[in-house]
């Protein structure tokens, strides 16, 4: 459907759409396997079949034909499950993390293109700073102190520097793994929610599924059951297999027929009792996580939430103290102080803008309309 639009409205290859972020995410390697799958569930009632064929040229001529059936366990063949049940939720996720981390690499491109022009006016001011507090620091005016702090603050911002651009190449590189044709331009086009916007579609979104982790872990959960159930099932067998036997020696034919039981009480397999006892430990662990995640949606969009709040009144304080400056000196301290502050709210923005990234995948909403761009002011999609 989204190749079909592309083609009607004639959309160019090289822009950050989201039918062609959603085409990237289809040829994810984590998406495609689950094709691989395969279903559990046969009513075969054996594990497996085995011919045996042997022939003796003496005087008699013997040859002997065999075939052996081993059995599968009533819990083994009771507990099978099929590709829709096994690959459904490993369809819907695979799909939502390939999504999520497209997104976030894009996101991440261009908050850190909005950091490295702050990072750049920082450093700038702070050289500036640098430079007044050593005439002030010669004049008997600054301390050492504060001297060995502009110094220190001067080469923390050109350090952040550095890495912003080391981050932004290695964005690149990956964003261009994926998509081959977007530029540096199509990177930097993204209409970004605003803080306040991510607050007002969390208030209205309304938490009526588990989270994500939580479902693929009683999917696990599951599987390890099903592994248990198995485990436990072979060491309690009795009936292991069955063989039948025909052999010809001259004129004298033979059939025979053998039956294999096992006596379970009569023996001690500490290395499968082991495997049984790491298994029961896992679903331990696996329910715990479950217990844990009971309510990490909730707990999200009241983390983002708070988060919001926290950004509003720093950027309601940062006004007041900018207003403060009278000398030269306190004037580029608070021009400073302000870069400063916009940079912290950059970074504050990037965090709540993540992490509602995560509440997309966690809620499901991104896997359930993966053709819509939550993280543009407007929402817009391809359908």
């Not at 050289?127 to 060995?148: D, E, I, N, W």
């Not at 208030?203 to 693929?216: A, C, L, Y």
């Amino acid at each position: 459907m989204s190749l079909l639009l592309l083609l009607i409205f004639g959309l160019p290859s090289y822009a950050v759409k989201p039918e062609l972020v959603l085409k990237t995410a289809w040829q994810d390697g984590t998406y495609l396997s689950h094709g691989k799958l395969q279903a559990t569930d046969s009513k075969n009632p054996f594990r497996n079949v085995e011919a045996t064929f042997g022939y003796e040229n003496n005087k008699k001529s013997e040859s002997e034909l065999g075939i052996k059936f081993n059995f599968k366990s009533w819990p083994e063949w009771q507990s099978g499950r099929s590709v829709s049940g096994q690959g459904g939720v490993m369809r819907e996720t695979s799909l939502a993390w390939a999504l999520r981390d497209r997104y976030r690499a894009l996101l991440a491109f261009q908050l850190n293109e909005q950091r490295n022009k702050f990072l750049t006016d920082v450093s700038e001011l702070s050289k500036k700073y640098f430079k007044a507090q050593a005439v002030s620091l010669k004049a008997g005016r600054a301390t050492p102190k504060s001297f060995m702090g502009a110094r220190g603050d001067l080469f923390k911002y050109q350090r952040s520097t550095q890495i912003v651009n080391q981050e932004q190449a290695l964005l690149k590189k990956r964003l261009h793994a994926w998509e081959p044709q977007w530029t540096q331009e199509s990177f930097l086009a993204l209409s970004l929610p605003t803080v306040e916007e991510i607050a007002e579609r969390l208030r209205k979104t309304e938490i009526e599924h588990p989270s994500m982790s939580k479902r693929v872990a009683e999917e696990e959960l599951i599987e390890l059951d099903q592994e248990l159930r198995i485990v436990q099932g072979r060491d309690r067998q009795w009936v292991k297999s069955m063989e039948l036997t025909y052999s010809e020696a001259k004129e004298e034919k033979e059939y025979k027929a053998e039956l294999t039981l096992q006596i379970p009480f009569l023996g001690s397999d500490d290395l499968q009792r082991q495997k049984q006892n790491e298994l029961i430990l896992k679903k331990a662990l696996k329910q715990r996580d479950i217990e844990s995640n009971r309510d990490q949606l909730m707990v999200m969009k009241l983390q983002i939430l708070n988060l919001v709040d926290i950004y509003k009144n720093m950027a309601d304080s940062n006004v007041k103290i900018v207003k403060n400056a009278q000398d030269p000196l306190g004037s580029l301290e608070a021009r400073l102080y302000e870069k400063q502050e916009g940079l912290e709210l950059l970074n504050q923005q990037q965090e709540i803008t993540m992490l509602y990234l995560d509440f997309l995948v966690e809620s499901g909403l991104l896997s359930k309309h993966p053709e819509v761009n939550y993280l543009s002011k407007d929402q817009s999609g391809i359908l």
